[in-house]
């Protein structure tokens, strides 16, 4: 927008110099050569008025006039006299001009050229004999002619500074025009700027941006309204997250309960479909209590109650691994970790949420993995960040799986016959985020899923 602010700010006023400049440029092109023109002529009509005198004293001295003006300019002085008279002066050609100069008494002004002139300007004027009776009028019969070709060099210098003066000048006025232009653009678009920055924090789930109430009265009330909506919607959430986190809370208890009364039915029934309706039953109370603690721990990384602070990977990866190798023993699934994953590699993660991303990917992982598989976790330093990535031997992911992989409630095809809560995923990405990292999903070198997650690597001095 500022761009083209300043482009239509530029144009006007360069159309505005466009009918003030041109239009004065084109006039003093008319006035020299109409000066020019008018000069040449005068003195060519001089000459014209001492040949007709036709006397022995005006032909010497038109004969020194025109030599003089020859020699001293890089212009001509041609005579046509039917009299002898200054012999020593050339004549010119036969030509329209003369002809209508010594049979029509008209005098001819030749630019050389229709587009403003040539290299010379030629003017011939008609010399009309001189009578004594008549006061020294030149009202007499043509006697001859008098051309003057004049070099029109000088005439185009004076063009170009007319022109160039004019062109530089509208560059320099149109650069300052630019310089105004953009700062002015700036100024009237900053609210606008303000505003997008705000939508901008929006679409990244920063719900606690507002805009300043700055500019013309229409941003201003377009400020406070979004704002006001802002504020509405703030709170919304809010309050949504406060009653995801306390049922997800309260629901916790019953649910441990519920498990508890099963397990005893089941140690206490000899009957084994009795005893296989209760397994099924156990295992829909842990998949319900999996997805309480899913909405629980996404509840409250929406909150954003906990700061990122510097964290050793190494020792979180060897915790959570030593954790999950157990599980991963039973189905003879190996885990290796490889990379350099020492203690001095810090990242920046809030307390908590690197142990629950580790616990949702290892767990997918495992759940995709066929028995005897591998699955190996990756670590790599790359400047300022550290990349973690996860390999599994599942079944992979399509696009159009990827695609959708992050979304809540969204669940996978696992191949134990386990069912994961569908907001594994989700509460990777959304504690990943909060930490300032990215998650993405890649195709596993051979077979298989890659969950590669990138942190923000951090020093002692962070701390």
Partial sequence: MIRQLVRSYVLL???????????????????????????????????????????????????????????????????????????????????????????????????????????KLMVTVPAHAVSADDGGKAEGPVVGAVRIEYSTEDLTKRLWNIWGFRAILAVLVLAVAAVIGTVAARRLTRPLRQLNDMASKFSDGDLTARSPVTGPQETQTLARTLNQGAERLDTLMSAQRIFVADASHQLRTPLTALRLSLDNIADGVDDEFVKEDVEQATAEVVRMS?????????????????????????????ERLAVWRPAADERGVSIALRGSADGRLLVLASPGHLDQVLDNVLSNALEVSPDGAAITVKVESKGDQVVLKVLDQGPGMSEAEKSRAFDRFWRGQGLTGRSGSGLGLAVVRQLVTDDGGTVALEDAPRRGLCVAISLRAASKSDG
């Fill in 13 to 119: 006023v360069a159309v505005a110099i466009a009918l003030f400049t041109v239009p004065v440029a084109f006039t003093l092109t008319h006035q020299l050569r109409d000066d020019t023109a008018l000069s040449v002529e005068r003195e060519a009509n001089t000459m014209a008025l001492l040949l007709g005198t036709g006397n022995e004293a005006s032909c010497q001295g038109l004969e020194e006039v025109a030599t003089a003006y020859s020699e001293r300019s890089p212009d001509d002085v041609q005579v046509f006299s039917n009299e002898p008279c200054a012999g020593k002066v050339p004549q010119p050609d036969r030509d329209a001009a003369l002809t209508k100069a010594l049979e029509e008494g008209d005098s001819t002004t030749d630019w050389g050229s229709n587009f403003i002139w040539g290299p």
């Fill in 290 to 318: 999996r997805l309480v603690n899913d909405l629980l721990v996404l509840a409250r990384a929406e909150a954003k109650v906990t700061a990122a602070e510097p964290l050793p990977l190494g020792d979180v990866l060897e």
